[in-house]
């Protein structure tokens, strides 16, 4: 999509379990490309609108078992479909960088991976709630889990959300399909391991983002 000016926006998304540094990086991020000029939109998910806040507050609170997983992937997707329409596909269109935490492959690792339900379904869902649009890079941020985990805990003073409250297993499954995906489309994913300093960990996703400048 070319904006005013010829400026063509980009896409780019971090993905990765609880506590690997996403949001951490996605701040970095901005700032380094709000310093070369650029107008950065900064957004999560779920959330990002009015509408799929109040979606996130369904999703991330109450008993584990509140919703089935059908439910939640339908929750996600619909949480996606708003933030797609109202901010994500008009930024670009005006030639803004969108940074997003999280996006549809956390409904494929979650839902799919983790969940059980089939990823072509989480295409589907996506293909009719947000006509598939799909990030130019996506960043997969990986920690081992135990050491995420020690992180995301630190963070959040042992309050985990309705995700982060889950056991171990689930959390080696979600980072299990995540690797699977990265695997499968090399050109969009870059797999970034997070044990180092924040700093060099910002350095390397500047790195490999530098086919995407203009
Ligand atoms: N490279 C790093 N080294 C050490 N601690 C980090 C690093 N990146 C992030 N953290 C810390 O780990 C915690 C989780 O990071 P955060 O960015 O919130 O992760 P996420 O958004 O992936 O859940 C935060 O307290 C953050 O300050
Ligand atoms: C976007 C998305 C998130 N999720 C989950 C992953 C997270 O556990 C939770 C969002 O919580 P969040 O607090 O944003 O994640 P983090 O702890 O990494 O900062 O929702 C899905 O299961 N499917 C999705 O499509």
Redesign the pocket.
């Known amino acids: 999509m070319t904006g005013r000016g010829g400026h063509r926006g980009r896409f780019i998304t971090?993905e990765?379990?609880?506590?690997?540094?996403?949001?951490?990086?996605?701040a970095l991020l901005a700032g380094a490309l709000r310093a070369r000029g650029f107008e950065v939109v900064e957004t999560r998910e779920p959330g990002g609108t009015p509408g799929a806040e109040a979606i996130r507050a369904l999703l991330l609170s109450g008993e584990a078992d509140r919703w089935n997983p059908q439910a939640e992937a339908l929750l996600f997707a619909a949480a996606r479909s708003d933030h797609v329409a109202r901010v994500i596909r008009p930024a670009l269109e005006r030639g803004a960088w969108v940074v997003c935490?999280r996006y549809v492959d956390s409904n494929r690792a979650y839902q799919s991976g983790a969940s059980g339900l089939a990823d072509e379904d989480m295409m589907a869902l996506h293909r009719i709630g947000s006509a598939g649009l799909m990030p130019d890079r996506t960043f997969l941020?990986t920690l081992p889990v135990d050491q995420?985990q020690t992180?995301?805990g630190?963070?959040d003073a042992g309050l985990p959300d309705r995700f982060g409250a889950r056991g171990r297993d689930f959390h080696e499954k979600v980072a299990g399909a995540f690797a699977g995906y990265a695997a499968r489309e090399p050109e969009r994913f870059r797999v970034i391991d997070?044990?180092?300093?924040?700093e060099?960990?910002h350095a390397s996703i500047l790195a490999a983002l530098a086919d995407l400048m203009p």
């Not at 997070?194 to 924040?198: D, H, I, Q, S």
């Open positions: 971090l990765g379990g609880e506590g690997v540094g996403k949001s951490t990086q996605l935490d941020l995420a992180r995301a630190a963070r997070t044990g180092a300093g924040k060099e960990v």
